[in-house]
Nanobody, 115 residues
Framework: QVQLVESGGGLVQAGGSLRLSCAPS????????MGWYRQAPGKQRELVAM???????NYADAVKGRFTLSRDNAKNTVYLQMSSLKPEDTAVYYC?????????WGQGTQVTVSS
């Protein structure tokens, strides 16, 4: 069973930056989506940023201009560069990779932004 391994979360002050990374533990073929969701306490999981087929990148309005999604195809790794962080960005961030009908999810990494 392939797992997604996330890293890069932590505690940062408002205005700071963090970079999240996500890579599968094994081979995944036929990507059609790669990106990140987040879930804050008491809230539903929401899309943060996602690559979809056709090299389209979608960002949530709340993070546009502050977060950048990138990937290294050779390493099957996806990154989320987060800048100008705000306390409302505090959440557990989940990596996801879609291949055909299967969506793989990471275990989540905590991002906490202090005011």
């Amino acid at each position: 069973q392939v797992q997604l391994v996330e890293s890069g979360g932590g505690l940062v002050q408002a205005g700071g930056s963090l970079r999240l990374s996500c890579a599968p533990s094994g081979s995944i073929f036929g990507f059609n989506a790669m990106g990140w969701y987040r879930q804050a306490p008491g809230k539903q999981r929401e899309l943060v940023a996602m690559f979809t087929s056709g090299d389209i990148t979608n960002y949530a309005d709340a993070v546009k201009g502050r977060f950048t999604l990138s990937r290294d195809n050779a390493k099957n790794t996806v990154y989320l560069q987060m800048s100008s962080l705000k306390p409302e960005d505090t959440a557990v961030y989940y990596c996801t990779i879609g291949a055909g009908p299967t969506m793989y999810w990471g275990q989540g990494t905590q991002v906490t932004v202090s005011s």
